[in-house]
């Protein structure tokens, strides 16, 4: 189909956020998965299965916004999101690390684990493949 119509930067930014949660979402069911299976992890009540679908699209929509609200603002906006974004992830990755889960250590130190990959693959995800979305002109129709 030929449309007449360009879309907004707006439409853009949301778009990129929606497919990179669409994106990110597998990668960490996978994650999550294998890192239970090799650590014989088996406390799912924090992180499982529903956590990690809306709160993927909830920080990926959340981060398209941001990044709708930078762009037309500020110069270099994508390398200044991308900066945020990345700093972002180190200060939830840091928070995380202050979680004592359990008197167990071996529990600690395997929810820790879980934490730090979901964290660091939401993270990256959406401080590199927003941009390079919402900036691409065909990767929306």
Known sequence: MDYDFEQTTFSKCLLAGLATGITIIPISLVYNFIYRHVTNF???????VTLIIFASFIVCILAGLIYYFIVPYLKKSANIYTLLFIIITIVVIYLGFQIQRSDSALITKQFRGLYLGDVIITGLATAFIIPWLAKHKNAFF
């Open 42 to 48: 088996t406390i799912s009540w924090i992180i499982n």
